[in-house]
């Protein structure tokens, strides 16, 4: 069996303090990450803002230096990329940011746009304006677009354009953040699309980082459900969205909007966090999320948990117990004295 295109092991990004004179503790933007993705597959990474998602993406990148743990592509360790390793990352891995607008020169058409990226990777002259017209016609777009600029455009159709750039340097691996967060909610949908068709004909491997799960579940192999720099639980989409198990997981099903009756179906009972997500500079004792976990016990609060494995699906909570699927069980014990538990 073939290597991972990308597997990503203990990973943690650090970012010490701004200022200096100043003692203040680092912030564990990520801190422990574990995950892998096959070709031809997308896992989705989810998760409220700030739980560390992008860290994770510009991590994979080298936009920020690895703090610890390892990064593998197609195998081999780039985890802190010698010279070489740059230009595989800078050619084979793209990163496609969620603002189409900023990412686009204002004063450059989007002919000019798309040859950047072609004359940088060493593409023959002669073949340029064909490779041009070939990725927009990838994207959904027609030849009248060229001598646009990125102003005449929708936020759609620039970010179709984005994608095109990335797709120009002909990546294996796309690292898509909030790809759709600025666009509108029906324009979302044709890019997820867009997405979806691309990665069929190219063989494309994603990594899909998003706060909007109603996008994910149609979409992603895998999913990654992140908090305050950890991911708390893993496994496939369809078993996770079906039974999540992590109070995490389930708060954040249960807000999403229901449009349909397969919604529904998939929601769980509404179980509200408390609180707002606490710094990464001051994260809690044993399991981060207890301050903010209606199933809490004292347990909590002193231990990390260790990964279980229910099904498919890797779960981090004390509180969870897999032989109820459920939190009574473990609440009960968590009433009786000490000596009385079984
Ligand atoms: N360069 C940096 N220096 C210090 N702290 C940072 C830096 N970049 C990110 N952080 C902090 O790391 C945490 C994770 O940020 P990150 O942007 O990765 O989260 P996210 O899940 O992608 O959220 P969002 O969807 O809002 O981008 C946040 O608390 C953020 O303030």
């Given at each position: 069996m073939s290597a991972p295109v990308l597997e990503v092991k203990n990973l943690k990004k650090h970012f010490a303090s701004d200022g200096w004179l100043t003692d203040e503790p680092p912030a564990?933007?990520?801190d422990g990450v574990s995950f892998s993705i096959d070709e031809g597959e997308t896992l989705a990474l989810i998760g409220?803002?700030?739980?560390g998602k992008s860290t994770v993406a510009k991590t994979i990148i080298d936009i920020h230096e690895t703090t610890d743990g390892l990064i593998r592509y197609q195998g081999e360790d780039i985890t802190n990329p010698i010279r070489r390793q740059v230009e595989t990352i800078r050619s084979e891995i793209q990163l496609v940011f969620q603002d189409p607008t900023s990412c686009?020169?204002?004063?450059?058409?989007i002919r000019k746009t798309l040859l950047v990226p072609l004359k940088a990777t060493g593409v023959p002259r002669e073949e340029r304006e064909a490779r041009v017209s070939e990725m927009l016609e990838r994207v959904g777009?027609?030849?009248?677009?060229?001598?646009?600029?990125?102003?005449?455009?929708?936020g759609g159709q620039k970010q179709r354009v984005n994608i095109a750039r990335a797709l120009a340097v002909e990546p294996q691996l796309l690292l898509l953040d909030e790809p759709t967060s600025a666009l509108d909610v029906s324009v979302q949908a044709k890019i997820v699309d867009l997405l979806a068709d691309l990665q069929e004909e190219l063989g494309l491997t994603y990594l899909f980082i998003t706060h909007d799960l109603s996008l994910v579940r149609n979409f992603a192999d895998e999913t990654a459900v992140m908090y305050l720099g950890e991911i708390q639980e893993q496994g496939p989409t369809e078993e996770l969205f079906e039974s999540p198990r992590h109070p995490y997981t389930r708060a954040l099903l249960s807000s999403i909007p229901v449009t349909s009756a397969a919604d529904e179906a998939y929601r769980p009972e509404s179980e509200p966090l408390r609180g707002e997500v606490p710094s990464p500079r001051d994260v809690p004792s044993g399991c981060r999320l207890h301050p903010r976990c209606p199933h809490a016990t004292e347990d909590c609060s002193m231990r990390q948990p260790d990964t279980r494995h229910v099904n498919d699906v890797a779960v981090n909570c004390i509180a969870y117990d897999d032989d109820t699927d459920g939190f009574d069980a473990l609440l009960d014990a968590a009433n009786t004295t000490p000596g009385d538990a079984s």
């Open positions: 564990k933007a990520v409220e803002s700030g739980s686009l020169n204002p004063r450059r058409t777009l027609t030849d009248e677009y060229l001598r646009k600029y990125p102003h005449e455009l929708s």
